[in-house]
T-cell receptor
């Protein structure tokens, strides 16, 4: 079975500070990994994805994530947070073959303070 | 990029009535569409997978007679919540997966969601 864990339910950072959101996964092979952002009452927007190759993935809005197989992690980072980054962030995993079912983590709510 | 729309964006209905939610892929053909449910402050839970021209595949614990899914064309899937009750109130999100392409993985594109409130 595949699963995704986001250990931090809620994170508060100051505007301009760096950000790291944690994501750990469980899957028997190399998964496809995603980070999505959701603003209140909205759908999901894809920030970035990892399929294979370079383990450091660049996404939109200045976000990046690093796939670490040894730690089963795919943490999301941003060097300088903007107030508009306040939202809910979801890490997700898809199996790499066949049905390609997507499993989401429980989400991390990011609050940005002035 | 690929765009998925949902209609309506928000609906309020009385208990016992049925509500239909549409999910459309606007600029690509989607052989597979997914329906998710999101409770407040929780993650998305996959309800069912809808394949064009065939019956939907429901996840464990999801009542197929209550949540009717139809995927009649490559650009449209509908979710009908039958005999809705207050506990069905939730945020319903669909996604559509493109067919074809060079990649072995076909990305899912998400709709903006539908807020259902059952009184």
């Amino acid at each position: 079975a595949q699963s995704v864990t986001q250990p931090d339910i809620h994170i508060t950072v100051s505007e301009g500070a760096s950000l790291e959101l944690r994501c750990n996964y469980s899957y028997g092979a190399t998964p496809y990994l995603f980070w999505y952002v959701q603003s209140p009452g909205q759908g999901l927007q894809l920030l970035l994805k990892y399929f294979s190759g370079d383990t450091l993935v660049q996404g939109i809005k200045g976000f990046e994530a690093e796939f670490k197989r040894s730690q089963s992690s795919f943490n999301l980072r941003k060097p300088s947070v903007h107030w508009s980054d306040a939202a809910e962030y979801f890490c997700a995993l898809s199996n790499s073959g066949g049905y390609q079912k997507v499993t989401f983590g429980t989400g991390t709510k990011l609050q940005v303070i002035p | 990029g690929a765009v998925v729309s949902q209609h309506p964006s928000r609906v309020i209905c009385k208990s016992g009535t049925s509500v239909k939610i549409e999910c459309r892929s606007l600029d690509f053909q989607a052989t597979t569409m997914f329906w998710y449910r999101q409770f407040p402050k929780q993650s998305l839970m996959l309800m069912a997978t809808s394949n064009e021209g065939s019956k939907a595949t429901y996840e464990q614990g999801v009542e197929k007679d209550k949540f009717l899914i139809n995927h009649a064309s490559l650009t449209l899937s509908t979710l009908t919540v039958t005999s809705a009750h207050p506990e069905d109130s939730s945020f319903y999100i669909c996604s559509a997966r493109s067919s074809g392409g060079a990649s072995s993985y076909n990305e899912q594109f998400f709709g903006p969601g539908t807020r259902l409130t059952v009184l």
